[in-house]
């Protein structure tokens, strides 16, 4: 079967990545996994369109913004509070969550309390480990907004888990 023109590459790119950028997008929506992988098929179909274009020059930092940039969007538009389901889910033993799930769920919670764009500018700069420039780019800012955006978030991200220590178990 024939590849479509300019396809080339990015099945592999998109196959290859996938995780880390679900996982990006999970922490940009604050923890909501299914709002993470519609962010991250959104950001795929656009990058598919872009791909000619994109494709030997950056599309990581192409996906990524355009993540961020989707992230923010649908931050503003939508109310993404309770959703109706059928079944309650299985309530967890206490006993069997061990403490990184539980200090990685209290970080994913402080991080839903941020502002998106403080939030994004949080998760490339220290989750991604992304220099400020990439940082400002993804935002759409300049690097003093990205850089004020970032230490704004993680002073009240220190203040939020400090008001919130209790113990696990």
Not at 133 to 162: D, F, K, N, W, Y
Request: proline share 5%.
């Amino acid at each position: 079967m024939e590849q479509i023109r300019g396809a080339d590459g990015f099945d592999e790119f998109a196959a290859a990545r996938w995780s880390a950028l679900l996982h990006v997008a999970r922490l940009l929506t604050g923890g909501d996994r299914q709002r993470a992988e519609d962010l991250v098929q959104e950001a795929l179909v656009k990058l598919w369109f872009a791909w000619p274009k994109v494709a030997e020059q950056a599309p990581e930092a192409y996906v990524r913004t355009v993540l961020v940039r989707l992230a923010a969007r649908s931050a503003r538009r939508r109310w993404w509070g309770e959703r109706p389901v059928e079944q309650l889910p299985d309530r967890a033993d206490p006993g069997d969550m061990s403490s990184a799930v539980a200090e990685r769920s209290r970080l994913e919670a402080a991080l839903a309390l941020l502002s998106p764009k403080q939030r994004a500018a949080v998760v490339l700069r220290y989750y991604e480990d992304l220099p400020e420039a990439q940082v400002a780019q993804a935002l759409g800012c300049p690097v003093g907004t990205a850089r004020s955006h970032a230490s704004r978030g993680v002073a009240r991200l220190r203040q939020l888990l400090s008001d919130a220590v209790r113990p696990v178990g």
